[in-house]
């Protein structure tokens, strides 16, 4: 139901637009969530944004450099990417939890119904 694409091969300083798009399920009603996860190294968060799309929330090393957005009419998730880093390099993943009810923001991978395949972002320096 969810498919991440966009990742690839940029050097440092470049950028990357990462989409997710949702199929089977009206985005506009989740809270959809980037996570991303490096080898060796535990998933982490990255960025989340509410329904209604009005706000958003960025981890502290992406805060600045990357960007979430979504548009409901393509039932699509973006993070833009830019000044990209070599430590931002990993395997990025979106995730949704459907529902009206709730809070604004989950940060936490386990408050995420739904998961996407993930899409690789290998950043050289």
């Known amino acids: 139901q969810l498919q991440a694409s966009g990742g690839g091969l940029v050097q440092a300083g470049g950028s990357l637009r990462l989409s997710c798009a949702v199929s089977?399920?009206?985005?506009?009603?989740?809270?959809v969530g980037w996570f991303r996860q490096a080898p060796g190294k535990e998933r982490e968060f990255v960025s989340t944004?509410?329904?209604?799309?009005?706000?958003?929330f960025y981890a502290d090393p992406v805060k600045g450099r990357f960007a979430i957005s979504r548009d409901n009419a393509k039932n699509t998730v973006y993070l833009q990417m830019n000044n990209l880093k070599p430590e931002d390099a990993a395997v990025y993943y979106c995730?949704?939890?459907?529902?009206?009810?709730?809070?604004?923001?989950?940060?936490?991978?386990?408050?995420?119904?739904?998961w996407g395949q993930g899409t690789q972002v290998t950043v050289s320096s």
């Open positions: 089977g399920r009206t985005v506009s009603n989740s809270v």
């Open positions: 995730a949704a939890r459907f529902g009206i009810a709730g809070r604004s923001f989950y940060y936490s991978s386990h408050d995420y119904d739904y």
């Open positions: 944004i509410s329904r209604s799309g009005g706000g958003t």
